[in-house]
Nanobody
Framework: QVQLVESGGGLVQSGGSLRLSCAASGSIFSINAMGWYRQAPGKERELVAS???????NYADSVKGRFTISRDNAKNTVYLQMNNLKPEDTAVYYC??????????????????WGKGTLVTVSS
């Protein structure tokens, strides 16, 4: 089992920045990639960004150039730096960890773990 704990959410004005953190513990040797999903009210959960153990990253088109995913292997922590936030970024953000069998984070995986989520609210 892998436990994921998110932090860093909150209320920010449009154009502002936030950094989310996700601390992983437990059987982290069993996973090889981590990501951030978000779910806005009335919408489906969507993949925002992902990073592999090797450092390869991918982003949703809606956040490219504004969000940066990174990891500190010594702390078993993944970060999501969010800049130039927009009201449409308002959502609950969930940390996720997986064992991937291909380069595509949303497909061909197992060992799927989730955090409880942290709320990000961007006011206009």
């Amino acid at each position: 089992q892998v436990q994921l704990v998110e932090s860093g959410g909150g209320l920010v004005q449009s154009g502002g920045s936030l950094r989310l953190s996700c601390a992983a513990s437990g059987s982290i040797f069993s996973i090889n990639a981590m990501g951030w999903y978000r779910q806005a009210p009335g919408k489906e959960r969507e993949l925002v960004a992902s990073i592999t153990n090797g450092g390869s990253t991918n982003y949703a088109d809606s956040v490219k150039g504004r969000f940066t995913i990174s990891r500190d292997n010594a702390k078993n922590t993944v970060y999501l730096q969010m800049n130039n936030l927009k009201p449409e970024d308002t959502a609950v953000y969930y940390c996720n960890a997986r064992r991937l069998f291909s380069r595509h984070y949303a497909h061909n995986y197992d060992m799927d773990y989730w955090g409880k989520g942290t709320l990000v609210t961007v006011s206009s």
